[in-house]
């Protein structure tokens, strides 16, 4: 039978196969312009589960902060070509409107079908990997940080005690900044009493032996691994860590002169980084 060549790029519009596909289909299904659509997606979809092993260690991250929601998307694929596509950037921005939209928390099957559909299109393998989102309250804030080209993304949450204190320009700075040592020192936990009670036991083992083969006293041997353990939180603990912009003070230390200075109670309540390929 005839398919006309109009009907053919209305189906390729739609779906995003290629011409050859589009008229096979149309030919298979007598012209029938809907089981034609179906029967590609059905073949999109399968040649998906083809795919679905491939490793995907290139991608992208994705934020958006709404007055009520803060989200941070990690979206992965095979190549860089693709992690620069712009169906691909429009893909994770679609998907973070739908976790906003339904209130959704963590990765599930629409998610993942909104992933599929794309790599129908493109034929690369494409993952959501990662779904972090932080609820707001009225005095709650949050801010970003994105590196490059997306490779990396910092969301940072905060808590003051009126919301007026996030209009201040100083505490705005430093909250934007905070975002940037996120990113450049990569903290594990936001602050000591995070760190799991069966590393601390660990580290305490490690940094006794270390300081017994010191040839201090024995009375001073419980100061000195207190004084390794307070190093560790140094290195790993966000509100413990030199301050990115100023290394005399801590992160702690530089947030409670802010907030002083502007007038205002200030904390820090989360944070996540989001790495592609890590």
Known sequence: MEIKAATVKKLRDATGAGMMDCKKALVAAEGDFALAEKHLKEMGLAAVAKRADRATENGRIFTKITPKKAVLLELTCETDFVSGNEDFAKLGEDMIDVIIEKNYTSINEELELMVKNLIAVIKENMTVKNVLVFD?????????????????????????????????????????????????????????????QADIDELTGIFTKQAQGMGKPEKIIPNIVKGMLNKNNAQVCFLQQAFVKDDKMSVE??????????????????????????
């Open 136 to 196: 707001l309250a009225d005095n709650d804030f949050a801010t970003t940080y994105i590196h490059g080209a997306g490779e990396k993304g910092v969301l940072v949450e905060f808590k003051a005690d009126k919301a007026e204190a996030f209009e201040n320009e100083e505490i705005k700075e430093f909250c934007h900044d905070c975002a940037l040592h996120v990113a450049a020192f990569t903290p594990t936990y936001l602050k000591p009493s995070e760190i799991p």
């Open 253 to 278: 230390a530089k947030m409670k002169q802010v907030a002083k200075a502007a007038g205002f109670t200030l904390e820090i309540t989360g944070f996540q980084m989001f790495s592609v390929g890590a």
